[in-house]
């Protein structure tokens, strides 16, 4: 990978890395503290709360990190920093 | 392109796939068995001792007298299989029992536990693993000498990280200790005997090749365990064979007995405080909460301290050496996250069924006619029910059930004869094992390499005889050395599991995402920030009393653990400021590690070590 492409390449992993894991860091946190607020509320048999946090949140956690796995293949293939020997 | 996938063996998914259908064929088998007349225990020597046994001869077979084999596996573990590795490896046995007590006990309050395990594996994906690839090292110790270049910094990273990882592997042995002899029927030595010879096969013969192989069919052990039982009881429940989706529906009914409880409510922390200890204990708290959960803050807590341990876990994060790229390792742990998805959606199914078998959901069995269950359960000293107001039955707050009872106790409670409970009992032992021997090869690297004077010539034993045989008996060493703890102590497994999480997260995960995430950092600033938050996180667990009590402050464990990771993050960056700016070669090897394609450094390491030795 040539020298120049190293920062930019650098800026754009950055973005994405911690990006995901902030959104999914907020999502379980927000999950955890605050969804028993919608406990009250029911949606295919579960308390809404519950089920936002036992299955949707969990989905979605897992879904970001296959997507997560082809976006940085994709900036890696961009800046040229996927050869392997 | 052509070199970005190593030769992997097109037939592995068949081989297991043929496993598994061995696997299931055998459960079909026993079930006939059963209904022919086989006595229970039988069932459960045949089931457990099939799982063993099988993955024995896959480690045999998997016997390598090559250093990458040895040591990585030849870099040649394809994604998925190494993602059910990483799941297998994570939770172990100890884990995966402890997180359904949690959850059982504590409902959603314990939840924080089962996110922050997939939280650290999402840390460890995204921010963590596609790095220690490119560096290559066999051991975490190794990637912060690659990173820092120098012997002394690995030297004492190893120091630390060893207290820990004996955590977790005495855990699996508490275990092994407490539960193998309930359900075998043999003495807690015996049991503890057949398991570390066990492991011992598993490990010796190839290594991380070796284990790597036995780890996947045992995984696969682990799902049908806690799969199969969980299916035929939502059929039973609910016409639906998903119990994960249909749980939900329970919860209602659950709530009626909830509101039956008298005054004997105890507090989350009270309960977890318990659950820390393996006591058995009444069911205190509502599924869904109430005033006497977590607050927000100790729910957080909770969730932040236990990702940092699970990205920080050295057993886990040296898994991104035994694939073939730095792509495979993000993916393995894509992989390894979905099977963690699939146990935290399977593990409330869990406690909520048993929940609900538990008690009759008018909240109330009379203790005139109680079903056979109880006294299944009681025999084998996994509940304890005392009709306490003399009202002749039992309540919710009358039956004190043991968190490890938990997994083993709902095939029982539900009637589902002794095949499926062995299957649950097989699954357990089958976690303990993959976890108890994925340990002992991280410690048999850690003393062999990291610790060891002869690293240099090691380095230069392509061939490895020397240095298999040197690992090999330092492998024999650290499970002689757990054997006689284990043999000597009475400790608790989860107990354990949660303190050498707090350790890798005060330690060792603030300065590894720093040695990859900041230029700035340097060897002294990491060295500091990993004494001082292993020093605090050491303190915490002691002033606690391992989560026994309030700690200092009043913190709970926790709390302090929090404390101690953002210590060694403020003395890591505090450190590398202090002193000297990190060199232009530090900063070269750095863009090394953040650049994916190119060979890995150990590799390079060895490459150029290699002629010296043919030459000479």
Same mark, same amino acid.
């Given at each position: 990978?040539?020298?120049?492409?190293?920062?930019?390449?650098?800026?754009?992993?950055?973005?994405?890395?911690? *990006?995901?894991?902030?959104?999914?860091?907020?999502?379980?946190? /927000?999950?955890?503290?605050?969804? +028993? &607020?919608?406990?009250?509320?029911?949606?295919?048999?579960?308390?809404?709360?519950?089920?936002?946090?036992?299955?949707?949140?969990?989905?979605?956690?897992?879904?970001?990190?296959?997507?997560?796995?082809?976006? #940085?293949?994709?900036?890696?293939?961009?800046?040229?920093?996927?050869?392997?020997? | 392109?052509?070199?970005?996938?190593?030769?992997?063996?097109?037939?592995?998914?068949?081989?297991?796939?043929?496993?598994?259908?061995?696997?299931?064929?055998?459960?079909?088998?026993?079930?006939?068995?059963?209904?022919?007349?086989?006595?229970?225990? +039988?069932?459960?020597?045949?089931?457990?001792?099939?799982?063993?046994?099988?993955?024995?001869?896959?480690?045999?077979?998997?016997?390598?007298?090559?250093?990458?084999?040895?040591?990585?596996?030849?870099?040649?573990?394809?994604?998925?299989?190494?993602?059910?590795?990483?799941?297998?490896?994570?939770?172990?046995?100890?884990?995966?029992?402890?997180?359904?007590?949690?959850?059982?006990?504590?409902?959603?309050?314990?939840?924080?536990?089962?996110?922050?395990?997939?939280?650290?594996?999402?840390?460890?994906? @995204?921010?963590?693993?596609?790095?220690?690839?490119?560096?290559?090292?066999?051991? @975490?110790?190794?990637?912060?000498?690659?990173?820092?270049?120098?012997?002394?910094?690995?030297?004492?990273?190893?120091?630390?990280?060893?207290?820990?990882?004996?955590?977790?592997?005495?855990?699996?042995?508490?275990?092994?200790?407490?539960?193998?002899?309930?359900?075998?029927?043999?003495?807690?030595?015996?049991?503890?005997?057949?398991?570390?010879?066990?492991?011992? &096969?598993?490990?010796?013969?190839?290594? @991380?090749?070796?284990?790597?192989?036995?780890?996947?069919?045992?995984?696969?052990?682990?799902?049908?365990?806690?799969?199969?039982?969980?299916?035929?009881?939502?059929?039973?429940?609910?016409?639906?064979?998903?119990? #994960?989706?249909?749980?939900?529906?329970?919860?209602?009914?659950?709530?009626?007995?909830?509101?039956?409880?008298?005054?004997?409510?105890?507090?989350?922390?009270?309960?977890?405080?318990?659950?820390?200890?393996?006591?058995? #204990?009444?069911?205190?708290?509502?599924?869904?909460?109430?005033?006497?959960?977590?607050?927000?803050?100790?729910?957080?807590?909770?969730? @932040?301290?236990?990702?940092?341990?699970?990205?920080?876990?050295? *057993?886990?994060?040296?898994?991104?050496?035994?694939?073939?790229?730095?792509?495979?390792?993000?993916?393995?742990?894509?992989?390894?996250?979905?099977?963690?998805?699939?146990?935290?959606?399977?593990?409330?199914?869990?406690?909520?069924?048993?929940?609900?078998?538990?008690?009759?959901?008018?909240?109330?069995?009379?203790? /005139?006619?109680?079903?056979?269950?109880?006294?299944?359960? #009681?025999?084998?000293?996994?509940?304890?029910?005392?009709?306490?107001?003399?009202?002749?039955?039992?309540?919710?707050?009358?039956?004190?059930?043991?968190?490890?009872?938990?997994?083993?106790?709902?095939?029982?409670?539900?009637?589902?004869?002794?095949?499926?409970?062995?299957?649950?009992?097989?699954?357990?032992?089958?976690?303990?094992?993959?976890?108890?021997?994925?340990?002992?090869?991280?410690?048999?690297?850690?003393?062999?390499?990291?610790?060891?004077?002869?690293?240099?010539?090691?380095?230069?034993?392509?061939?490895?005889?020397?240095?298999?045989?040197?690992?090999?008996?330092?492998?024999?060493?650290?499970?002689?050395?757990?054997?006689?703890?284990?043999?000597?102590?009475?400790?608790?497994?989860?107990?354990?599991?949660? /303190?050498?999480?707090?350790?890798? /997260?005060?330690?060792?995960?603030?300065?590894?995402?720093?040695?990859?995430?900041?230029?700035?950092?340097?060897?002294?600033?990491?060295?500091?920030?990993?004494?001082?938050?292993?020093?605090?996180?050491?303190?915490?667990?002691?002033?606690?009393?391992?989560?026994?009590?309030?700690?200092?402050?009043?913190?709970?464990?926790?709390?302090?653990?929090?404390?101690?990771?953002?210590?060694?993050?403020?003395?890591?960056?505090?450190?590398?400021?202090?002193?000297?700016?990190?060199?232009?070669?530090?900063?070269?090897?750095?863009?090394?590690?953040?650049?994916?394609?190119?060979?890995?450094?150990?590799?390079?390491?060895?490459?150029?070590?290699?002629?010296?030795? *043919?030459?000479?």
């Amino acid at each position: 990978m040539d020298h120049e492409r190293i920062l930019p390449y650098w800026v754009a992993t950055k973005r994405l890395g911690f *990006s995901l894991v902030i959104i999914c860091f907020i999502m379980i946190v /927000a999950g955890l503290g605050y969804s +028993h &607020l919608l406990d009250d509320y029911k949606f295919l048999g579960f308390p809404l709360g519950l089920l936002i946090l036992g299955q949707f949140v969990v989905v979605l956690c897992v879904g970001a990190m296959f997507w997560f796995t082809g976006a #940085q293949d994709r900036i890696d293939a961009r800046f040229g920093a996927n050869e392997d020997i | 392109m052509l070199a970005r996938y190593r030769m992997i063996n097109p037939l592995l998914g068949v081989y297991y796939g043929i496993f598994a259908a061995a696997y299931i064929g055998l459960v079909v088998l026993l079930l006939i068995f059963e209904h022919m007349g086989f006595e229970n225990r +039988h069932v459960i020597y045949a089931m457990t001792g099939a799982a063993f046994a099988l993955s024995a001869v896959i480690a045999l077979a998997a016997f390598t007298h090559t250093n990458e084999d040895f040591f990585v596996s030849g870099r040649r573990v394809p994604a998925g299989l190494n993602g059910l590795i990483i799941f297998v490896v994570t939770v172990g046995g100890a884990g995966l029992s402890g997180l359904l007590g949690a959850v059982f006990f504590l409902g959603v309050d314990g939840f924080g536990l089962m996110f922050g395990v997939l939280g650290g594996m999402i840390i460890s994906g @995204v921010l963590l693993v596609a790095f220690t690839r490119k560096a290559g090292s066999y051991t @975490v110790p190794s990637f912060f000498e690659i990173r820092y270049r120098n012997r002394m910094v690995g030297f004492i990273s190893a120091l630390m990280l060893m207290v820990p990882i004996f955590f977790f592997a005495l855990a699996e042995l508490s275990l092994v200790k407490v539960v193998g002899p309930l359900v075998l029927g043999v003495s807690p030595h015996a049991s503890l005997l057949i398991f570390m010879l066990t492991a011992l &096969l598993l490990t010796l013969p190839g290594g @991380v090749r070796s284990t790597n192989w036995s780890q996947c069919a045992l995984a696969i052990v682990v799902l049908l365990g806690l799969i199969i039982p969980l299916v035929i009881i939502a059929l039973k429940y609910t016409n639906l064979p998903f119990a #994960q989706m249909t749980y939900g529906s329970l919860i209602e009914d659950i709530g009626k007995f909830e509101s039956l409880k008298n005054e004997q409510v105890a507090s989350a922390s009270d309960v977890w405080s318990g659950i820390l200890r393996g006591d058995a #204990q009444f069911l205190h708290l509502s599924f869904l909460g109430g005033e006497q959960g977590f607050g927000v803050f100790e729910k957080i807590a909770f969730f @932040v301290v236990v990702a940092g341990g699970v990205a920080g876990m050295p *057993s886990l994060l040296m898994r991104s050496s035994v694939v073939s790229n730095v792509f495979q390792a993000r993916k393995s742990f894509a992989w390894g996250a979905a099977l963690i998805g699939l146990v935290i959606l399977t593990l409330p199914a869990y406690a909520i069924f048993l929940r609900y078998m538990l008690f009759d959901p008018q909240g109330k069995l009379l203790m /005139a006619s109680l079903p056979g269950w109880v006294g299944d359960l #009681q025999s084998i000293g996994l509940i304890n029910p005392q009709d306490i107001n003399g009202d002749g039955q039992l309540g919710s707050h009358e039956i004190k059930l043991s968190r490890d009872g938990v997994f083993l106790g709902l095939p029982l409670v539900a009637g589902l004869g002794s095949t499926l409970q062995s299957l649950c009992f097989a699954a357990l032992m089958a976690a303990a094992l993959a976890g108890f021997s994925g340990r002992i090869m991280t410690l048999g690297q850690l003393f062999a390499r990291d610790l060891s004077l002869h690293k240099a010539d090691m380095e230069a034993d392509i061939v490895g005889l020397k240095t298999l045989m040197w690992v090999r008996g330092m492998i024999l060493l650290v499970t002689f050395v757990l054997g006689v703890v284990i043999f000597q102590m009475d400790l608790d497994g989860f107990g354990l599991f949660v /303190a050498g999480l707090i350790l890798c /997260a005060g330690s060792l995960f603030p300065v590894l995402l720093l040695s990859i995430w900041w230029r700035g950092m340097t060897r002294f600033g990491m060295v500091a920030g990993m004494l001082v938050g292993f020093v605090l996180a050491a303190g915490a667990l002691f002033m606690t009393n391992f989560g026994g009590h309030a700690g200092p402050f009043g913190m709970s464990l926790f709390e302090a653990g929090l404390l101690s990771m953002l210590a060694a993050f403020v003395f890591g960056v505090v450190g590398s400021l202090a002193g000297a700016k990190p060199s232009a070669v530090d900063l070269e090897v750095l863009n090394e590690i953040r650049t994916p394609g190119g060979e890995a450094l150990y590799d390079r390491i060895l490459r150029l070590a290699m002629p010296r030795r *043919s030459i000479g």
